[in-house]
């Protein structure tokens, strides 16, 4: 009798530490964003609730002022910046365990046509190989097609779905989004 009740212990005691090790391997989602304005970090919020992720704001070291943002001034700041696109502004703290992470959603505002050269150093920034990443963008303008190119082109061997631009997005259509 003592010899059945030892086994069956040992069994619920392996059964228990393998729902422990399952339950923390449980990949999560992040959506990480730059915003300039407020405009995509508005966005995020809403899609960090709808997808029930974590939220990190991508923060440069140096913030941008008004005058940096000006995109008809060839010397402001984000014209020097998108002029070289191999410049890699330096980004204020980052994402404590990267790893728990499977599916990030990566949000900025369109700058000529691409996103800001701040996500390549997001991108750079960490080893994002097997996970998902999804680009989301907001933009007065622009569409999204060309910027998830870029990415694509740029990060060939990083796993990409398919962007969206979130102007004026619902949050009925955020929450469908997130679910596929």
Not at 25 to 50: C, D, I, N, P, W
Not at 143 to 154: G, P, R, V, Y
């Amino acid at each position: 009798m003592k010899k059945i009740l030892f086994i069956a212990l040992a069994l619920v005691t392996a059964l228990s530490s393998c729902a422990q090790k399952g339950k923390s391997m449980e990949k999560k989602t992040l959506v990480a964003y730059f915003s300039a304005t407020g405009t995509t970090k508005a966005v995020a919020e809403r899609l960090a609730k709808a997808a029930k992720a974590d939220l990190y704001e991508i923060t440069p070291e140096q913030l941008y002022t008004d005058a940096d943002l000006d995109w008809r001034n060839k010397e402001s700041r984000s014209s020097v910046e998108m002029q070289n696109l191999n410049s890699r502004p330096k980004i204020k703290g980052s994402v404590e365990n990267i790893e728990q992470y499977d599916k990030i959603y990566i949000g900025f505002p369109i700058w000529w046509y691409t996103c800001p050269t701040i996500i390549n150093t997001f991108i750079e920034s960490y080893d994002l190989n097997g996970k998902t990443l999804i680009p989301f963008a907001t933009s007065g303008s622009s569409t999204i097609e060309k910027t998830c190119n870029d990415l694509k082109a740029k990060y060939p061997s990083l796993t990409w779905k398919e962007g969206k631009l979130m102007n004026s997005i619902t949050d009925k259509e955020l929450k469908k989004w997130a679910k596929e």
